[in-house]
């Protein structure tokens, strides 16, 4: 039997799940000579012939560390690499007529502004309402760039609670491209985060293995990097600016873990500002002054959500095969946040 490793990336349920999978096999030393695309239909579960040879025409099989076409031989002992993108949705995606901030859009992706709030991908007890309800919707009757073949389909998700840029495939070959820019990690995201705490360094990398909590599934956790739990992360950190009690920081991840920038900097015993899940809507820095606590009361009132933003986003086009890149500027929330922390820094002085 030819050895067979999958690591599937993609879990139906997951909100932030990375969208593919990625699969690695060692062919028989009596396998025959066959076409590869064949060879893999067989192999891999519910994979159509038309979504291997998809990923073969962008570059996403590799034998022995080259891309192949789908028409190679398959030769005993070869070593295959797959990176597919993730099965046919189960739910049917509801046309729905809902305000969303588009940046950019060509025939092949569509680079979205999301607010926070909107779920990105309808699922168990989200069937309406979300991101994909809304492009459904924006395909259908309001684009102007019309493709009879035009969905929306996702690459890459943010949070629920997380704002800021998205940018989504309009069909399965563009998907396949951008998919394998984020598995190589090519793929350039930048978010700004306030985070509780004065941080110590100006500029750091905090590394750690992300997994689901053992005890709350609902949430992530970081191992050991040499742990057998949890996929490897890497998350970058400068600090913007000083709140003395709170530090704004740019994140640029290397790898995209879900929850990672939330998950790593709860790690380091910073977590998010105003983020439930990692304990950040509690005051965990400051003075015991009833206007101080008062005060941080107010700011997570004006900011009901993790203080974490995608500000900029940068890849490769998949036509064009020119680098493209996206800003989007902080939204109302959090620029009052920031405003409030400034103008309370900058009139108190206790310590």
């Known amino acids: 039997m030819a050895r067979f490793e999958r690591n599937q990336q993609f879990q139906p349920g997951e909100e932030n799940a990375d969208l593919f999978e990625h699969f690695r096999f060692e062919v028989d030393p009596g396998q025959g000579l066959l076409r590869i695309d064949k060879y893999l239909w067989h192999k891999i579960e519910n994979a159509s012939r038309n979504r291997i040879q998809q990923a073969a025409r962008v570059g996403n099989i590799l034998v022995n560390n080259l891309p192949v076409k789908q028409n190679y031989r398959v030769k005993p002992e070869d070593v295959i690499t797959l990176v597919l993108p993730h099965p046919p949705r189960i739910l049917e995606i509801i046309a729905e007529n ?28 989200n ?8 492009l459904k919707y924006h395909l ?15 690459v890459h998700r943010i949070d629920k609670d997380t704002s800021g840029l998205l940018v989504v495939a309009k069909n399965e070959m563009t998907q396949a491209t951008l998919a394998r820019e984020f598995f190589e990690h090519t793929i350039e995201r930048k978010y700004v985060a306030l985070v509780w705490g004065n941080l110590k360094d100006d500029a750091g990398t905090i590394r750690g293995n992300i997994g689901r ?24 950190y400068r600090v913007i600016e000083r709140f003395r009690y709170v530090t704004l920081v740019e994140c640029q991840l290397e790898t995209g873990r879900t929850h990672q920038i939330r998950a ?11 983020d439930a899940d990692y304990g950040g809507d509690k005051i965990l820095k400051g003075t015991t002054f009833s206007k101080y606590k008062q005060f941080v ?26 680098p493209i890149h996206f800003e989007s500027p902080l939204p109302a929330d959090l620029t009052a946040l920031l405003h409030k922390w400034r103008e309370y820094t900058s009139h108190n002085q206790e310590s």
Do not use: W
């Open 140 to 154: 259908l009757f309001a684009s102007r760039h019309k493709d009879d073949e035009s969905e929306p389909i996702l």
């Open 127 to 134: 069937l309406n309402g979300t991101l994909l309800n809304a």
């Open 213 to 236: 909590h053992p005890k709350d599934r609902t949430v992530m956790t970081v191992f050991p990097e040499e742990d057998e739990h949890g996929k490897h992360a890497v998350t970058h």
């Open 264 to 274: 790593h900097f709860k790690h380091i015993g910073h977590p998010l500002f105003s």
């Open 98 to 125: 809902l305000p969303i901030d588009i940046l950019y859009e060509d025939l092949q992706i569509i680079v979205i502004n999301k607010a926070a709030g909107m779920v990105v991908h309808p699922g168990v007890g």
């Open 297 to 322: 009361q107010n700011c997570f009132e004006l900011c009901p959500r993790q203080a974490l933003h995608a500000q900029s986003l940068g890849f490769i086009h998949p036509s064009t095969l020119k």
